[in-house]
């Protein structure tokens, strides 16, 4: 079974039951994947239970499946956050998405100083949407059980909020301690911020390092926005024990 698809929102997988897949789910395992009656797929609800089922009616609009089997797949433990800078083009959208393959628990975009993209008014809204769809895909593409939610977005002052119940690890090139040094503590989330293309703003790094933050560097190279973000997130990934 190498394609997997999320139930809507809210819809719940039954062992013995059917379920259905709608919108751009049942378009795309209908036409581009055609999928057949008697196939058998992988479903998710994107809240940690995957079930192997098989086609039952096959359209468009919807596809309904009988649900064999169901496997419920428990939250990390130790879980991992990716706190992105707005960035210009497409460079905080590739971030997202290969974070969210690595397994990132939970997005959450940042109207840094610097940032060059501005969410503002209706643009907040869209801009969230448009995330949380590249992270549906993003697990869609990794067999994910858990779609990462995205929030909305947040200040430096929101941010630094965080830190009383929250590991922040803020990626700075100038840092003194590499993150490969790191030993993450037991019961804090850890967020891993990501500044945006000129970097973190001096007067916004003080805030963050104030409210807890500490300043690691990936090593001796400077990685862009859409880089950074995956290479600690895989860094993370090993020291927290998830790979």
């Not at 497409?90 to 393959?101: G, I, K, P, V, Y």
Request: net charge negative.
């Amino acid at each position: 079974m190498a394609h997997l698809y999320y139930l809507p929102t809210g819809e719940a997988l039954v062992e013995g039951s059917s379920a259905r897949l709608v919108g751009d789910e049942a378009r795309h395992a209908a036409v581009v994947s055609r999928l057949g009656v008697g196939e058998d797929i992988l479903v998710g609800d994107g809240q940690g239970t995957l079930g192997r089922t098989t086609a039952a009616a096959v359209s468009p609009q919807e596809v309904v499946v009988d649900v064999h089997s169901t496997t419920f797949h428990p939250r990390p433990t130790a879980e991992m956050w990716l706190v992105q800078a707005l960035a210009k083009g497409d460079r905080d959208e590739l971030a997202l998405q290969t974070c969210t393959e690595l397994g990132v628990d939970r997005i959450i975009p940042w109207q840094a100083g610097r940032s060059v993209s501005q969410w503002r008014g209706d643009k907040v809204a869209k801009g969230v949407a448009r995330w949380n769809k590249i992270a549906t895909e993003a697990s869609k593409q990794a067999l994910r059980a858990w779609i990462p939610p995205v929030d909305t977005v947040v200040s430096t002052k929101d941010l630094a909020k965080l830190g009383g119940s929250h590991e922040l690890l803020l990626l700075d090139p100038d840092a003194e301690e590499p993150l490969s040094s790191y030993s993450p503590p037991t019961g804090k989330r850890v967020l891993v911020i990501v500044g945006p293309e000129g970097g973190v703003d001096p007067a916004e790094r003080d805030v963050l390092i104030e409210a807890g933050a500490t300043a690691l560097k990936l090593g001796s190279t400077v990685l862009r926005t859409s880089s950074a973000g995956p290479a600690a997130i895989a860094l993370l990934n090993s020291s927290l024990g998830r790979w």
